[in-house]
């Protein structure tokens, strides 16, 4: 599948926060690392970093920095899958959320 930086980072947000059976946490860890956002990448992207301390916000276009092919194991699409749709559930997300439906819809 093809991922923006944008649906990148939230794949990585979740997968951060894995809590799991050794054997998933292997799988994980093999696919975290094609997931993770290179420094050329985020110069692409054109990423601004503005503010100090609490108050730090990041901005970047994900047109300019493009799609990353990606291919996940099974694990960790279902763990994916399974956390969205938990989150989903709940309605925590809202409008600034915009990524993690197409990323949703890309997992399948």
């Known amino acids: 599948m093809n991922l923006n930086i944008s649906e990148r980072l939230y ?27 290179t420094d050329e990448e985020w110069l692409k992207a054109e990423r601004e970093i503005t503010g100090d301390g609490d ?16 291919s996940l194991q099974k694990d960790t699409l279902n763990y994916l899958k399974k956390t969205l749709d938990k989150k989903n559930d709940a309605g925590e997300f809202g409008l600034a959320d915009k990524a993690v439906i197409s990323l949703r819809k890309k997992l399948g």
Request: hydrophobic share 40%; no cysteine; net charge negative.
């Open 11 to 37: 794949a990585i947000r979740i997968l951060n926060d894995f809590k799991g059976g050794l054997d998933v946490l292997a799988t994980v860890l093999e696919d975290i690392k094609p997931i993770a956002i």
């Open 55 to 70: 108050n730090t916000t990041w901005k970047w276009n994900d047109e300019k920095g493009g799609d990353k092919e990606i």
